[in-house]
């Protein structure tokens, strides 16, 4: 079965192959068919004997609350694994999934022939070992996959049509340009457009949903926008308003936070841990600080007018706030497990 059958490439795409398509006798489906069904983190890979083994990685991405890998998977198993047979939203999402998959798979259709047989190798992987032969051989094929994702994303009009499928491939489809900028848009101007469709795909959404927001399930991917957005100097796209409808109430303060988690310390020293009644409400406060930098001090208003004396001493007492959180969650000893006898 020919392993790209499932994912046809344009032919001005077909140039950028460093190898023949390899052919298997295995009759599960391909990597890029697997990939794309669920998790990015179980593929089968052919080997020489028809046998399959299984290669698992964990990828952040796969872990956003829009993404259903249960539906995606049922939804494949329907089409025998057919991307050209899923509805639009779904072949999409696939193909981004796909792209994804590629930057970290050791099938031999994306990095050809190779010995490995999963990930813990001890003769691939190991301390010193020189991998970038691998990651050569694999550049084209994730340009040409990538390129196949915008392509079709921009045919299906993913951008404008909302429902969950859509918002995650905007998702997918910013971290593929944030890796490959040669794929979309020029590093040079980050717009982003993707990322601005998947935020208001997940606006219209939530304000959409009868379900209560968890605060579990967006605070982590919402810290790392913000993180990366203030790394580059860029606005946080999420708003205030926004980062409440996804993830419930506001938390305390944190002085609030502080004095809670002191008064916990001295207490009991039965407390499991300190980091976890202080997780969501942190990355909370950490989104809020990083909106906070940008409009008032390193944004390009902010940048235009004179240094605001008070906002930089509130962001400064927030941050010594945030690192004394930090401090107490380090040095708060873990309680030792008491095995008793029954």
């Known amino acids: 079965m020919n392993c790209l059958r499932l994912l046809p490439l344009p032919r001005r795409l077909s140039r950028l192959r460093p190898h023949p398509v390899v052919t298997s006798r295995s009759t599960g489906p391909s990597l890029l068919a697997r990939a794309s069904s669920s998790q990015i983190r179980q593929t089968s890979l052919p080997s020489s004997s028809s046998t399959s083994s299984t290669a698992c990685t964990t990828s952040p991405e796969s872990r956003h609350?829009?993404?259903?890998?249960?539906?995606?998977?049922?939804?494949l198993l329907s089409t025998s694994y057919n991307l050209h047979l899923l509805p639009p939203p779904a072949r999409v999402l696939a193909t981004c999934a796909c792209g994804l998959a590629a930057s970290i798979s050791f099938h031999p259709a994306i990095i050809g022939p190779s010995n490995i047989a999963s990930f813990t190798d001890p003769t691939v992987f190991c301390a010193g070992a020189d991998l970038r032969e691998y990651g050569v051989r694999r550049a084209s094929m994730c340009r040409a996959l990538c390129a196949r994702a915008v392509a079709l994303a921009c045919e299906e009009r993913v951008h404008l049509n909302v429902c969950e499928?859509?918002?995650?491939?905007?998702?997918?489809?910013?971290?593929?340009?944030?890796r490959m900028p040669a794929v979309g848009l020029s590093a040079a101007v980050p717009t982003r457009p993707w990322a601005v469709s998947y935020v208001s795909h997940a606006r219209i959404l939530a304000g959409h949903s009868e379900s209560k927001p968890h605060p579990g399930f967006w605070n982590g991917?919402?810290?790392a926008e913000a993180l990366a957005a203030m790394a580059r100097r860029t606005p946080v796209l999420f708003t205030y308003n926004d980062h409440l409808l996804l993830s419930g109430s506001e938390p305390p303060s944190l002085e609030q936070l502080l004095q809670s988690l002191q008064a916990m310390a001295q207490a009991s020293k039965r407390v499991t841990h300190l980091l976890f009644p202080a997780l969501w409400p942190f990355m909370f406060h950490v989104i809020r600080l990083a909106r906070d930098l940008y409009d008032k001090i390193s944004g390009d208003y902010a940048r235009r007018h004179p240094l605001s004396e008070p906002a930089l001493v509130s962001l400064l007492s927030s941050l010594s706030l945030?690192?004394?959180i930090l401090a107490l969650i380090l040095t708060h000893p873990r309680p030792r497990l008491i095995l008793r006898r029954w």
Do not use: K, Y
């Open 65 to 75: 609350p829009l993404f259903h890998p249960s539906a995606i998977r049922t939804t």
């Open 165 to 178: 499928e859509n918002a995650v491939a905007c998702f997918l489809l910013d971290v593929l340009e944030r």
């Open 221 to 223: 991917f919402l810290m």
């Open 322 to 324: 945030l690192q004394s």
